[in-house]
């Protein structure tokens, strides 16, 4: 039976260096406003961008180590990888992904060997909404009791009922823990759920290729929150 596990960017400063998140700017001057830029890239999240990213440069101080997986404070829609990282999803199911060339300023040196991976990743449509459980949360950490759900289209039309109904309050549905419908492509080894859950879900074959090949930058929990049918 496949394990599912979660990952996080390591907050370890011994293997992050002293700062987290590890890049949080861009270079001096960095133009966010082209059709090409970081910021135009962030809302890419339903489909892959119609153009090449200008990821010339992440600044890196010079007090942070250069991990596999860096974390950054510019985008939560991808990830700035090495091409270790690369040469693992070479190996492995994956949910679509894609990887842009990204240079990153590392103590007066240009790093090359840098990406950026573009997740496009929605199984909204794989769940059975029947046997998962949902709450309301206000803020996105404050619960306010369960919730039935139906269906996706069911999920969509309580959602906006619920920011109608508190204008002024940030609320909305989420996921306690999930059922995976049969439909579900169970050999995946890394996957978003989307929508009602933020985690990057991986397989025990990702936990295993990230080990043996002395990949850095991540912490990796085991989880139970997926089940499958």
Known sequence: MQNFHTIEYSTDLQEIGKSYPQIQKMRKGYDFKPENSIDKLSRC?????NFSPDLNHFILPSSSIATDFISNSISSKGMIVSEKVVELFKKITHCPVQFYPAEIMHKSSILKKYFWM????D???KINYFKTNFVILQ??????????INSLADLVEKK???INNNPDLTMTIWAES?????????????FEIGTFDNNIY????????YHDTNLTGLLIKQSNKLNIE
């Open 139 to 148: 803020d996105y950490k404050h619960e306010h009791g369960a919730i039935q």
């Open 202 to 209: 991986v397989s025990d074959l990702f936990f295993k290729l």
């Open 123 to 125: 199984y909204t449509d």
């Open 45 to 49: 999240d339903k489909k892959f961008p």
């Open 178 to 190: 999930i059922t995976l419908s049969s439909q579900f492509n169970s050999t995946l080894d890394f």
């Open 118 to 121: 573009h997740i496009v990743s």
């Open 160 to 162: 906006q009922e619920l």
